[in-house]
């Protein structure tokens, strides 16, 4: 097949995936979702732990909203602005007495039955969200004048996982990283509070728990009757999580003061975990997080999340991530294999790569739909499999698809431990930027000195430009000219039965949640639109 006639294929690709983002990103903005709620109260200042060691906002947000759909889809804003109101608190010391029980908010919702109480809690609420966003606007240009002045670096820029989960070792972590030639330091946000919890429900362990954040369990005691476990016993100084919110701010601090004895701009990226994307398109807002990984169709078709839930939540983050001017990360598509263990039949290696891409595809819709200008999206260049075969052909054909699929768009290469600092490493990233231009190679677990890395990446830049330039045309021919028509073709597919069948059609029946339910499919509602509810404030956030 002629590099034309692929490039027609893909644009088809696109077409159907734009009109299949654009229905869902519609039902999205619609409705309402207990982390977005979590994230009005951040933006109001409602932050840290409550007294028993819980997410405050986690507390208020699901003590009030948790057990009752009609108040989750009135949202929390405007009761908890009256109690403000009538107890002349600051939102911070309001939300801790309420977490501790000392107020009800359902009680204080009542008055807004009185018109005068509605009005001037409307307007307070109004403020609140405006000060939020005016802080939102201060980091963006804040980081727009540091570039200006400090530079960007070369590209492909250098990226580097933080190992350290605490946040004094994640420091100079962060410090040694950006001395040594890193441009991107990523941070592994600990998983949130409700995704741990729907997970134990469900039965099954939840990877990124920070120590001090795994949640109680009950146990047996000698004498038979259920108790709550304590909370780990916490030391004198509590360790903080590096990608808390107050972690972050620490490390852009350290990143801002290494990058300007460097010479140049460092950026942060958080990768955060199932139902946090609201609250974490807050904190990389305030805190001046320069890109956040967050993928809803890899939280749908790898975390098992109900895809209704997780639209909702990524549709209301994206708003607030086009506010705050921050890069959002999507990956290279999730390796969907629920259609094939419900049939019992493996898909060969060109549907599967079809589903990623359609997968990818949809998911860049989906961000487009929602608001995000396409400059402040970075696209996953490779499949993880596809790294992991130590195949350079299907690399390259990898990244080759995604830069005829996406063209213009900004991608990112991200692979296994220390591959760079391997041969057959080397050959994959070579590979997988001589298949498209990358803005970003991450390296999840560093081996060897970062100034070390750093070189082998030029090097291999510079060998993947000359690779480009000495490929004619850059058309595939032959065999990878076929495989990649079978991909495009099996993306369509996927696309075309997911418009007609629904999301079974891809994961299968049912999941593994609790009593069968898709992961947080009990909290998220469709937003009300009465007197009381937060919908009209919420809207004017962009």
């Given at each position: 097949m002629s590099g034309e006639a692929l490039s027609g294929r893909a644009e088809q690709v696109r077409r159907h995936a734009a009109d299949l983002?654009?229905?869902?990103?519609?039902?999205?903005?619609?409705?309402?979702?207990?982390?977005?709620?979590?994230?009005?109260?951040?933006?109001?200042?409602?932050?840290?732990?409550?007294?028993?060691?819980?997410?405050?906002?986690?507390?208020?947000?699901?003590?009030?909203?948790?057990?009752?759909?009609?108040?989750?889809?009135?949202?929390?804003?405007?009761?908890?602005?009256?109690?403000?109101?009538?107890?002349?608190?600051?939102?911070?010391?309001?939300?801790?007495?309420?977490?501790?029980?000392?107020?009800?908010?359902?009680?204080?919702?009542?008055?807004?039955?009185?018109?005068?109480?509605?009005?001037?809690?409307?307007?307070?609420?109004?403020?609140?969200?405006?000060?939020?966003?005016?802080?939102?606007?201060?980091?963006?240009?804040?980081?727009?004048?540091?570039?200006?002045?400090?530079?960007?670096?070369?590209?492909?820029?250098?990226?580097?996982?933080?190992?350290?989960?605490?946040?004094?070792?994640?420091?100079?972590?962060?410090?040694?990283?950006?001395?040594?030639?890193?441009?991107?330091?990523?941070?592994?946000?600990?998983?949130?509070?409700?995704?741990?919890?729907?997970?134990?429900?469900?039965?099954?362990?939840?990877?990124?728990?920070?120590?001090?954040?795994?949640?109680?369990?009950?146990?047996?005691?000698?004498?038979?009757?259920?108790?709550?476990?304590?909370?780990?016993?916490?030391?004198?100084?509590?360790?903080?999580?590096?990608?808390?919110?107050?972690?972050?701010?620490?490390?852009?601090?350290?990143?801002?003061?290494?990058?300007?004895?460097?010479?140049?701009?460092?950026?942060?990226?958080?990768?955060?975990?199932?139902?946090?994307?609201?609250?974490?398109?807050?904190?990389?807002?305030?805190?001046?997080?320069?890109?956040?990984?967050?993928?809803?169709?890899r939280e749908i078709v790898e975390d098992n999340v109900d895809p209704e839930r997780a639209l909702a939540d990524h549709a209301f983050a994206h708003r607030l991530q086009t506010r705050a001017g921050c890069r959002v990360a999507i990956g290279p598509g999730p390796l969907a294999l629920g259609a094939d263990v419900a049939s019992g039949f493996p898909s060969d290696a060109a549907t599967r790569a079809g589903r990623a891409l359609a997968l990818q595809a949809l998911g860049v819709e989906l961000a487009l739909a929602d608001g995000l200008p396409a400059d402040r999206l970075l696209l996953g260049a490779v499949p993880d499999w596809a790294v992991g075969e130590d195949d350079a052909g299907s690399i390259l054909l990898q990244a080759w698809l995604r830069r005829v699929l996406f063209p213009g768009h900004r991608t990112f290469v991200g692979g296994r431990p220390g591959w760079l600092s391997s041969p057959a490493g080397a050959v994959a990233v070579v590979s997988a930027l001589a298949g498209g231009d990358a803005l970003l190679v991450v390296e999840p677990r560093l081996s060897g000195a970062v100034s070390d890395v750093a070189a082998d990446l030029a090097v291999a830049a510079r060998t993947a430009r000359a690779l480009r330039v000495g490929l004619s045309d850059g058309a595939l021919h032959g065999d990878a000219a076929e495989l990649a028509s079978r991909t495009l073709r099996a993306a369509g597919s996927v696309l075309d039965r997911l418009s007609a069948e629904g999301w079974e059609s891809l994961l299968g029946p049912a999941g593994r949640g609790l009593d069968g339910e898709r992961l947080g499919r009990s909290a998220v509602v469709q937003r009300a639109d009465g007197p009381t509810s937060a919908a009209r404030l919420l809207d004017g956030l962009g």
């Open positions: 983002a654009g229905e869902l990103s519609r039902a999205a903005r619609r409705t309402a979702t207990i982390a977005q709620e979590r994230a009005v109260l951040r933006m109001l200042g409602v932050d840290g732990l409550d007294r028993t060691g819980r997410p405050l906002a986690a507390a208020l947000a699901e003590g009030y909203c948790g057990s009752d759909p009609g108040r989750l889809a009135r949202g929390v804003l405007l009761p908890f602005v009256v109690a403000m109101l009538e107890y002349d608190m600051p939102p911070h010391e309001l939300a801790l007495d309420v977490a501790s029980g000392a107020i009800d908010l359902v009680l204080e919702a009542e008055l807004l039955q009185r018109p005068d109480r509605l009005a001037a809690a409307e307007t307070r609420a109004a403020r609140l969200l405006e000060a939020a966003l005016v802080r939102f606007d201060a980091n963006r240009t804040a980081a727009r004048e540091m570039r200006d002045v400090l530079g960007l670096p070369d590209e492909p820029w250098l990226g580097v996982a933080l190992q350290a989960a605490e946040v004094d070792a994640a420091a100079a972590e962060t410090r040694a990283v950006v001395a040594g030639g890193g441009d991107v330091v990523q941070v592994h946000v600990p998983a949130s509070w409700e995704f741990a919890e729907a997970r134990r429900q469900a039965g099954l362990d939840t990877p990124g728990l920070f120590e001090f954040e795994t949640p109680r369990r009950s146990r047996e005691t000698r004498r038979g009757d259920r108790r709550s476990e304590a909370q780990p016993k916490r030391p004198a100084a509590e360790p903080v999580p590096a990608g808390s919110q107050r972690g972050l701010a620490l490390l852009r601090r350290v990143a801002d003061d290494a990058a300007a004895e460097r010479g140049c701009y460092a950026s942060l990226m958080t990768v955060t975990s199932a139902f946090a994307a609201p609250e974490q398109a807050v904190v990389a807002a305030f805190e001046r997080i320069d890109c956040v990984a967050a993928d809803p169709i």
